[in-house]
């Protein structure tokens, strides 16, 4: 018996195991999860995408009923320390920006928080959210890959020199000079070549369409701990 071909899957007809509670409305979802005294948190969003904060004014905000608390960069600059960048290869030499979970002096991306609103529930949160008053002095931006990689590029990390987080080359070989050998060979095969094609492609920018963003609930409680959907 070839147990070999009995357990190969290609080709074969599953059952998915997902779609029943999904179809039949039995799925969860964060807004499907109610916590008693549950507080709500809301971000202020940056509308620039590279600028330095001259003020945050949450005077406003604060004093709307509801409202429990507002944080900004300078609140937790002291107390929490920011968070290098996850690297995508291991042990991968690169030079990693250390972000932090509200801005803190300046903005690098539109969109990136400024400050947290902690709230009885969303509504307040939100309305908190919309007067929370954000004075931005803007930088140059780069919306070109490329050019973020040239000298006249601003740089967005001020701990570095320039954009580029690292450099690799994709050859054969262990040591430069076995990459160096390589390379020549490659480049050798091109120019003896009868045609070589080249195109240059663009594509415009994309994203999924999920159908619940990204977002978390915490409850803790002395029995069980911590439990987070």
Same mark, same amino acid.
């Given at each position: 018996m070839d147990t070999q071909a009995d357990n190969n899957w290609i080709g074969?007809?599953?059952?998915?195991?997902?779609?029943?509670r999904l179809i +039949?409305?039995? *799925?969860?979802?964060? %807004?499907?999860i109610e916590i008693d005294n549950c507080l709500i948190l809301k971000f202020v969003r940056s509308t620039c995408a590279h600028a330095v904060?001259?003020? =945050?004014? +949450?005077? +406003? %905000?604060?004093?709307? $009923?509801? @409202? =429990?608390? =507002?944080?900004t960069g300078n609140d937790i600059r002291d107390v929490i320390t920011p968070l290098p960048t996850a690297s995508t290869l291991p042990l991968l030499e690169a030079d990693y920006p250390r972000h932090? $979970?509200?801005?803190?002096?300046?903005v690098k991306f539109n969109g990136e928080p400024v400050a947290a609103v902690l709230a009885r529930d969303k509504y307040i949160a939100e309305d908190a959210v919309e007067q929370v008053i954000v004075e931005y002095e803007e930088l140059p931006v780069v919306i070109d890959p490329e050019f973020a990689l040239t000298a006249e590029a601003p740089v967005i990390?001020?701990?570095?020199?320039?954009?580029?987080?690292?450099?690799?080359?994709?050859? *054969?070989? @262990?040591? $430069?000079?076995?990459?160096e050998e390589n390379a020549n060979r490659v480049t050798a095969i091109f120019e003896q070549?009868?045609? @070589?094609v080249s195109e240059r492609f663009r594509s415009h920018r994309c994203g999924v369409t999920p159908m619940e963003t990204r977002g978390? =609930?915490?409850?803790?409680?002395?029995? +069980? *701990?911590?439990?987070?959907?």
């Open positions: 074969k007809r599953f059952s998915r195991k997902e779609d029943d +039949t409305g039995k *799925g969860q979802y964060l %807004a499907d904060i001259k003020s =945050i004014d +949450t005077s +406003t %905000a604060e004093k709307i $009923p509801g @409202v =429990i608390a =507002i944080y932090w $979970p509200l801005a803190v002096d300046k990390h001020d701990e570095f020199s320039d954009n580029a987080m690292f450099k690799m080359t994709l050859t *054969g070989g @262990v040591t $430069p000079e076995e990459q070549a009868d045609v @070589v978390a =609930i915490a409850k803790w409680d002395e029995q +069980t *701990g911590l439990q987070v959907w």
